[in-house]
Structure formats: structure tokens, C-alpha cells
């Protein structure tokens, strides 16, 4: 329960922090999908730091996997 109090809060983190780019978090972690990998990475993904692009790819990891519950459109 904690780890996904604790992910959900860093995605809503990243979320606002990464807002000025000329891609948000939203639309990186929206591009992200099976052929992402840390050097293959979407275009809208390409001007976010390392560890927030490993951050998003994580997220994405573990909802495909179930252990996190869906992310709410």
C-alpha cells in the first residue's frame, strides 16, 4: 500500500514538474509503450531527464504487470 501511495505521489511530482517542457509528463508517459526501453525512447519523451523518463517507464512496467492499478484518464 505505501508503494503505491509512494509511486502515485512521485508521478504527480513529475507530473508538475515537468510541465514547462515542450512535452508534459502526461504526454511522455502517454507515448511510452512495449518497445520503450531507457535508449529507445518515444519522441515525447526525449528532452526529460534520465531518471524521470525511468521513473515514467517503471510506472508503465508495473500497471502492465498489475501491480499497480490502472492510471485514471
Same mark, same amino acid.
Not at 25 to 32: K, N, S
Given at each position: 500500500?505505501?508503494?503505491?501511495? +509512494? *509511486? =502515485?505521489? /512521485? !508521478? =504527480?511530482? *513529475?507530473?508538475? @514538474?515537468l510541465t514547462g517542457c515542450g512535452y508534459t !509528463?502526461?504526454? #511522455? !508517459? =502517454? !507515448?511510452?509503450n512495449d518497445e520503450s526501453t531507457k535508449t529507445n525512447r518515444p519522441e515525447q #519523451?526525449? &528532452?526529460? @531527464? &534520465? &531518471?524521470?523518463?525511468? +521513473? %515514467?517507464?517503471?510506472?508503465? /512496467? %508495473?500497471?502492465?504487470?498489475?501491480? %499497480?492499478?490502472? =492510471?485514471?484518464?
Open positions: 500500500m505505501r508503494t503505491r501511495l +509512494t *509511486l =502515485a505521489a /512521485i !508521478a =504527480a511530482g *513529475l507530473t508538475l @514538474s !509528463a502526461d504526454d #511522455c !508517459a =502517454a !507515448a511510452i #519523451c526525449q &528532452d526529460i @531527464s &534520465d &531518471d524521470d523518463y525511468t +521513473t %515514467l517507464l517503471m510506472g508503465y /512496467i %508495473l500497471r502492465k504487470d498489475g501491480i %499497480l492499478p490502472p =492510471a485514471d484518464d
